[in-house]
């Protein structure tokens, strides 16, 4: 199985430590930031297969982390993992392309479940087009 790369972003180190150790754990590799500014920073140089991010944090938040993701690689999966959520965010976060919108608390056995789930859609959104090709 090829390694999945994830850029995880929290401003609180508590979660982001937390989150980044028990998923390296799982087997992804990840690379965690407390911003968004950082975050935006690591999609503009790098290839993320999934972006987890908090939705509001200090300066840039996620929102703009999203759009950012999304338009440097389309194809980049991102869930956002939030406290603050209600059910405009949740729309507009999935509006703006978010593959997953979780409230915090979350169980790691959760976040994993949606990371799959959502790498699983990516990948079923990719067998059609290779599939025409040999056609």
Same mark, same amino acid.
Request: some cysteine.
């Given at each position: 199985?090829?390694? +999945?790369?994830?850029?995880?972003? !929290?401003?609180?180190?508590? +979660? /982001?430590?937390?989150? #980044?150790?028990?998923?390296? #754990?799982?087997? $992804?590799?990840?690379? *965690? @930031?407390?911003?968004?500014?950082?975050? =935006?920073?690591?999609?503009?140089?790098?290839?993320?297969?999934?972006? +987890?991010?908090?939705?509001?944090?200090?300066? @840039? !938040?996620? $929102?703009?982390?999203?759009?950012? *993701?999304?338009?440097?690689?389309? &194809? #980049?999966?991102? =869930?956002?993992? #939030?406290? $603050?959520? !209600?059910?405009?965010? *949740? +729309?507009?976060?999935?509006?703006?392309? *978010?593959?997953?919108?979780?409230?915090?608390?979350?169980? =790691?056995?959760?976040?994993?479940? /949606? %990371?799959?789930?959502?790498?699983?859609?990516?990948?079923?959104? &990719?067998?059609?087009?290779?599939?025409? &090709? &040999? %056609?």
């Amino acid at each position: 199985m090829a390694e +999945i790369s994830i850029l995880f972003v !929290d401003d609180e180190k508590l +979660i /982001r430590n937390s989150f #980044t150790r028990e998923l390296r #754990t799982e087997g $992804f590799t990840v690379t *965690a @930031v407390a911003s968004g500014s950082e975050a =935006i920073n690591e999609v503009e140089k790098k290839k993320y297969d999934l972006v +987890i991010t908090d939705l509001m944090m200090p300066g @840039v !938040d996620g $929102f703009a982390v999203l759009k950012a *993701a999304k338009k440097n690689v389309p &194809q #980049t999966g991102v =869930i956002i993992l #939030t406290s $603050f959520g !209600d059910m405009q965010s *949740a +729309i507009d976060a999935l509006r703006l392309g *978010a593959d997953d919108f979780i409230l915090k608390p979350c169980e =790691i056995e959760e976040l994993v479940f /949606r %990371i799959r789930h959502c790498l699983g859609k990516q990948n079923l959104l &990719q067998v059609p087009a290779s599939h025409n &090709q &040999q %056609i």
